[in-house]
């Protein structure tokens, strides 16, 4: 999980401990990534996150890694050697960390909040979980989809997402057209 700065629609402390129980019964590791900048943060959101966090840390249930904002690379690089990126969001419409992990094939867990756990419906790439309680299963279930289908990326290689990706766009170009269309009276 990169919680980068810890913005304020960001808060996986109602269910980070039970992420990392679920990391552990599965012989996996969930590592936690900050920007350096947080540890001199004054405001209440980002200390409770970040107290939260380090007392995982000392503990021994997450690997906690600090360091300066990473550039596009650097990021891309650390995405995509994850097994799962989990978004830590609170609320939200849209996720641009989720097309990232979609370009870059890595499968994502999120809570499902807004319409982000309605960003790209595969359930070997995407899960969603409503809170500490099922982050387990949705984790298991996900892991799971992607070991039966049998392949890194199970939903297709850097082409076929490609060739995905300019099929959505001319079909969100073409509905746009029909939809200002009927607006100026042009279509019926």
């Known amino acids: 999980m990169h919680l980068g700065a810890i913005r304020a629609g960001t ?22 990534r900050l920007n350096d900048e947080v540890l001199s943060a004054t405001d209440d959101h980002r200390r409770r996150v970040l107290g939260v966090v380090q007392e995982l840390a000392a503990d021994g249930s997450i690997e906690l890694q600090v360091g300066p904002r990473q550039g ?38 999120v809570p499902g909040v807004g319409a982000i756990a309605d960003q790209h419906r595969d359930d070997t ?7 500490a309680a099922d982050v387990d299963a949705a984790l298991a279930a996900l892991l799971e989809a992607r070991s039966v289908a049998g392949s890194e990326c199970p939903w297709g290689d850097a082409v076929v997402r490609g060739e995905a990706r300019r099929a959505q766009l001319a079909q969100v170009r073409a509905t746009h057209a029909r939809v200002y269309e009927q607006v100026l009276g042009r279509h019926p």
């Not at 402390?13 to 590592?31: H, I, K, Q, Y």
């Not at 690089?77 to 370009?103: I, K, N, Q």
Request: charged letters at 20%.
């Open 125 to 131: 790439f995407r899960r969603s979980f409503s809170g």
């Open 72 to 109: 596009d690379d650097e990021l891309h690089t650390f995405v995509a050697g994850l097994d799962v990126a989990v978004l830590p969001y609170r609320a939200g419409t849209h996720s641009g960390w989720l097309e990232m992990c979609w370009d870059l094939g890595t499968s994502v867990l």
């Open 11 to 32: 808060d996986p402390t109602p269910w980070l401990a039970a992420l990392a129980a679920a990391g552990a019964d599965l012989d996996g590791e969930v590592v936690v």
